[in-house]
């Protein structure tokens, strides 16, 4: 990945050479730049990894996840704190996640705590439990493996080639 970035820095870099204008613009850079993903990505093939914006646009999807999720976690948890009488039943949960390096341990544990509603309590260290904590396990257990699950194909996305 870090080969093709340098690598369409360094076709833009050439491309505003070539141009031959008299001083450096920017949307010369860029259409260089524009130019070398095109190149790269007819030959990404070669290079034995995956095209480097794929893993980029995978980013943005898990962001895009993390907000999505987030919000409807909060409109939940808003809905739950407004109402007149306090119906919740806050218990803990036991989920085996597919995920097996550390960093993808981390970011599962670290987005589900940044939801409300859900806590991720403890690792165990094998790495592949997680003891969760929910606020309402009855009604919302459903919503929160869901949320895993999604978070778990899009951290895939992100760190597996």
Not at 9 to 35: H, N, P, S
Not at 104 to 125: A, F, H, Q
Not at 153 to 158: G, H, L, T, Y
Request: glycine share 4%; hydrophobic share 55%; with cysteine.
């Amino acid at each position: 990945m870090r080969a093709q970035l340098l690598l369409n820095v360094m076709i833009a870099f050439l491309w505003m050479l070539l141009i031959d204008e008299d001083e450096l613009k920017f949307t010369t850079f860029f259409a260089g730049f524009l130019v070398g993903i095109g190149i790269i990505f007819m030959l990404h093939r070669f290079f034995g990894t995956q095209f480097y914006l794929k893993r980029l646009f995978a980013c943005f999807k898990l962001l895009f996840i993390f907000n999505s999720e987030l919000v409807q976690s909060s409109i939940l948890v808003l809905r739950q704190i407004l109402s007149p009488k306090l119906k919740i039943q806050p218990g803990i949960f036991r989920y085996e996640t597919v995920l097996e390096s550390d960093l993808e341990i981390t970011m599962i544990s670290l987005l589900l705590t940044l939801t409300p509603g859900s806590v991720v309590m403890e690792v165990m260290p094998e790495g592949n439990v997680l003891y969760v904590h929910a606020m309402d396990v009855e009604n919302e257990r459903d919503a929160i493996l869901n949320q895993l699950k999604n978070f778990e194909k899009a951290i895939m996305e992100v760190t597996r080639s």
